[in-house]
DNA sequence: GTTATTTTACTAACTGGTTAGTTAATAATG
DNA sequence: CATTATTAACTAACCAGTTAGTAAAATAAC
């Protein structure tokens, strides 16, 4: 961990410090919210002192910025990939959930900051943070929107108002994650097992393909083909959340 | 403000001092979470000097644990005067997640609290809050699949996981309201209106109907027939998050 | 029914630990 | 040697929780 320090050019090092910190501030943020997090506790985490921090960032709530800007890049480059413009508009949005469901369980960390961030808005703090809704969420969810018109158009999906769909279907995945911990603790089987992410995400797409399509028969042949196509991806490729040896 | 002094017995007004030290809590909590609620802030709200609050409770936690279970006690008291078992399973659940919906954005801050206590327990979090989870989660979730099996087994609804329709019916609504910040950012057009929540609670439900009964048009009837029969409640009923005057 | 005693409800002022942020000095690099 | 990266040590503010006290209500005593 301490290693790696005769490596490259002075600046090159620096970077790396610096998404070091990054990393550590996305982690210690999305655990415990901006006024829960530790400045200390960043610094230990990216295993530098506390005052680098000020030197790369003006202040906790600038990192706490940075932060949420770093993973809602990584989630925009994400959610980009997703879309496959050769199938039909229903396949792509049954395609999108798809993504959306995984990308939620592998990168917890972005999630839990939004949420955060979600309440923080609702209390009308100023924000800064309309920037990345302009640069990730509206390309991404007038795109969809686009495509729902489409497909309803097309007779493909059933008329239906667009952003309703939208928040039938990606609002089931968020609720699913939201509420794991309480289901967690309703039904002493947890949610968060890979067992029962497999299953959620297969029976989530299904029931996707039975509620949006005209043809319910065409639906269920949708939401198999994407399901076919698209493998759970390993869990654990953000180890964010781990359980910290205290 | 600083009447009703002279009234009552020691005892009641010391009820009323705590309750209202509780309902100081439940808002100050609501806004910015346990680690950024002050204890000053809550006793300023309430009125009262900040040792009270140390007086009635043990400490901030424990105030925060109280402040939850006030809202959990309210929201099972409004979900449980829903149902109507009079009625079909579908027209009962397409009743439920109405009654849902009025419920989110009538006890914003049950919803808020919610929202922040997943993240508590995401992090492990002891909790104390299983007792909550039991008493208010459990009975309510555990009717509604019920009912949901019901309706499948009947042909009335369509044959789906239930927990998935119970993802999906409620989440849809959850998403809206925290979604509702990012949304208002990407359209300018404010979601918590009260003419952009009557839209949505109508269409909300339409798209339900559409979405898990077997006939479509039975669906789009029972829920003309719910939403005719519930009108939206008046909205401010509890003014929590009304902006201070600072 | 008045007086003395205890209990309850409440506050002003303090304390000590915590934590965001600073400063001044020191390595490393080019 | 001048610039850049990094740290140890410090400070000022903040804030959860305490203490020591008071006024009034409830209760007991006479």
Same mark, same amino acid.
């Given at each position: 961990?301490?290693?790696?320090?005769?490596?490259?050019?002075?600046?090159? &090092?620096?970077?790396?410090? &610096?998404?070091?910190?990054?990393?550590?501030?996305? &982690?210690?943020?999305?655990?415990?919210?901006?006024?829960?997090?530790?400045?200390?506790?960043?610094?230990?985490?990216?295993?530098?002192?506390? +005052?680098?921090?000020?030197?790369?960032?003006?202040?906790?709530?600038?990192?706490? &910025? +940075?932060?949420?800007?770093?993973?809602?890049?990584?989630?925009?480059? $994400?959610?980009?990939?997703?879309?496959?413009?050769?199938?039909?508009?229903?396949?792509?949005?049954?395609?999108?959930?798809?993504?959306?469901?995984?990308?939620?369980?592998?990168?917890?960390?972005?999630?839990?900051?939004?949420?955060?961030? $979600?309440?923080?808005?609702?209390?009308?703090?100023?924000?800064?943070?309309?920037?990345?809704?302009?640069?990730?969420?509206?390309?991404?969810?007038?795109?969809?929107?686009?495509?729902?018109?489409?497909?309803?158009?097309?007779?493909?999906?059933?008329?239906?108002?667009?952003?309703?769909? $939208?928040?039938?279907?990606?609002?089931?995945?968020?609720?699913?994650?939201?509420?794991?911990?309480?289901?967690?603790?309703?039904?002493?089987?947890?949610?968060?097992?890979?067992?029962?992410?497999?299953?959620?995400?297969?029976?989530?797409?299904?029931?996707?393909?039975?509620?949006?399509?005209?043809?319910?028969?065409?639906?269920?042949?949708?939401? +198999?083909?994407?399901?076919?196509?698209?493998?759970?991806?390993?869990?654990?490729?953000?180890?964010?959340?781990?359980?910290?040896?205290?």
């Amino acid at each position: 961990m301490a290693l790696s320090t005769q490596t490259r050019t002075q600046s090159e &090092r620096a970077d790396h410090t &610096r998404s070091r910190i990054l990393d550590a501030a996305v &982690r210690e943020f999305s655990e415990n919210g901006l006024a829960g997090a530790r400045t200390e506790q960043i610094a230990e985490i990216a295993g530098v002192n506390k +005052a680098l921090l000020y030197y790369y960032f003006k202040s906790k709530e600038a990192l706490y &910025r +940075a932060a949420l800007e770093t993973v809602a890049q990584r989630v925009l480059e $994400m959610s980009l990939s997703a879309l496959t413009p050769d199938h039909s508009p229903g396949e792509q949005i049954v395609q999108f959930a798809l993504n959306h469901f995984d990308r939620i369980h592998s990168q917890r960390a972005f999630q839990s900051l939004m949420q955060q961030e $979600m309440v923080r808005l609702h209390r009308g703090e100023e924000n800064s943070f309309s920037s990345i809704v302009e640069k990730v969420f509206r390309p991404m969810m007038f795109r969809i929107r686009d495509l729902l018109t489409e497909g309803m158009r097309d007779g493909e999906l059933v008329q239906a108002d667009e952003w309703q769909v $939208m928040y039938a279907a990606l609002g089931a995945n968020v609720f699913y994650f939201l509420s794991a911990p309480v289901v967690g603790i309703m039904s002493d089987a947890n949610p968060l097992t890979r067992e029962a992410m497999e299953f959620r995400r297969k029976v989530s797409i299904e029931f996707l393909g039975a509620s949006i399509f005209v043809d319910r028969k065409h639906g269920a042949e949708v939401a +198999a083909r994407v399901l076919a196509c698209t493998p759970m991806p390993e869990s654990g490729e953000f180890k964010m959340f781990e359980r910290k040896a205290k």
